[in-house]
T-cell receptor, first 114, second 107 residues
């Protein structure tokens, strides 16, 4: 158990809908990362937050947004969902801001868009 | 050409064999991570490297910054090592993943 929790574990929804994925980092970790893993594209970095502020952005679509709250949990919002958004979404946390720190991964949320 | 290339893509080994997985990258990096993804989907961070070599149990990871290359070695492989191994690097303001090496160790 990494200490990172993600909810829900599974989510099935329809095209055009909006969903929110939640991540609680390990106790004491200030940095949260979101990743998408689809069958055809592998793992891709979406966005990083550190202590409530956005610090790095990857291949995140404009239909997606994220935030980190004062209690350090983070939410990833996906809107106007398309079939291609079906994927595993992981969050990870680390203590520090920089990428030299070990990241601890949550179990993932499997999103299926029908 | 991908900025992070792994080889081989698939690897089948017999229990006890020495295994090497390679990762080459074309961007400047501040760190390289090796990740293990279990068949159930969970991801574990194995190593973070910025230089030299690290060892943890039967796993050894090395990096050559000048050659932009890293290797992950597994000694005395075991069926429980069967997983996908992924290298990941931080380039300039972005994080890039290799496509993974699927390892199967047969008893």
């Amino acid at each position: 158990d990494s200490g990172v929790t993600q909810t829900p574990k599974h989510l099935i929804t329809a095209t055009g809908q909006r969903v929110t994925l939640r991540c609680s980092p390990r106790s004491g970790d200030l940095s949260v990362y979101w990743y998408q893993q689809s069958l055809d594209q592998g793992l891709q970095f979406l966005i990083q937050y550190y202590n409530g502020e956005e610090r790095a952005k990857g291949n995140i679509l404009e239909r997606f947004s994220a935030q980190q709250f004062p209690d350090l949990h983070s939410e990833l919002n996906l809107s106007s969902l398309e079939l291609g958004d079906s994927a595993l979404y992981f969050c990870a946390s680390s203590l520090r801001l920089d990428y030299t720190d070990t990241q601890y991964f949550g179990p993932g949320t499997r999103l299926t868009v029908l | 050409k991908n900025e992070v290339e792994q080889s081989p893509q698939n690897l089948t080994a017999q229990e006890g064999e020495f295994i090497t997985i390679n990762c080459s990258y074309s961007v400047g990096i501040s760190a390289l991570h090796w990740l293990q993804q279990h068949p159930g989907g969970g991801i574990v961070s194995l190593f973070m490297l910025s230089s030299g070599k690290k060892k943890h149990g039967r796993l050894i990871a090395t990096i050559n910054i000048q050659e932009k290359h890293s290797s992950l070695h597994i000694t005395a492989s075991h069926p429980r090592d069967s997983a996908v191994y992924i290298c990941a690097v931080r380039g300039t303001y972005k994080y890039i993943f290799g496509t993974g090496t699927r390892l199967k160790v047969l008893a």
